[in-house]
Nanobody
């Protein structure tokens, strides 16, 4: 069972930046693909970004390409989401998720989830 704890959310003005972190309890963290998802009020959860076990493979939702960067530190069991040029439409609860498989952009492909961290972008 992998436990995930996100942090780093908050309130920021449009155009600003935030960095989210997600720490995993699992010693075999390096064996997991890690993903970030988000859910805005009244909307379905959507894929944001994912990174493979080594960090060499990443993919992003079109809505965040060029603005967000996912990275990982396997030694510290942590995955990051650097968010730049934030927009009000980025406001959501952001969730970290883990999967043994690579390539999933649907939440069903990730068995393990964190509790989420709120990101609010003011205009």
């Amino acid at each position: 069972q992998v436990q995930l704890v996100e942090s780093g959310g908050g309130l920021v003005q449009a155009g600003g930046s935030l960095r989210l972190s997600c720490v995993a309890s699992e010693r075999s963290f390096s064996g997991y693909t890690m993903g970030w998802f988000r859910q805005a009020p009244g909307k379905e959860r959507e894929f944001v970004a994912a990174i493979n076990w080594s960090g060499a493979g990443t993919y992003y939702a079109d809505s965040v390409k060029g603005r967000f960067t996912i990275s990982r530190d396997n030694a510290n069991h942590t995955v990051y989401l650097q968010m730049n040029s934030l927009k009000p439409e980025d406001t959501a609860v952001y969730y970290c998720a883990a999967s043994r498989a690579y390539g999933h952009t649907q939440g069903a492909g990730y068995p393990y989830w964190g509790q989420g961290t709120q990101v609010t972008v003011s205009s």
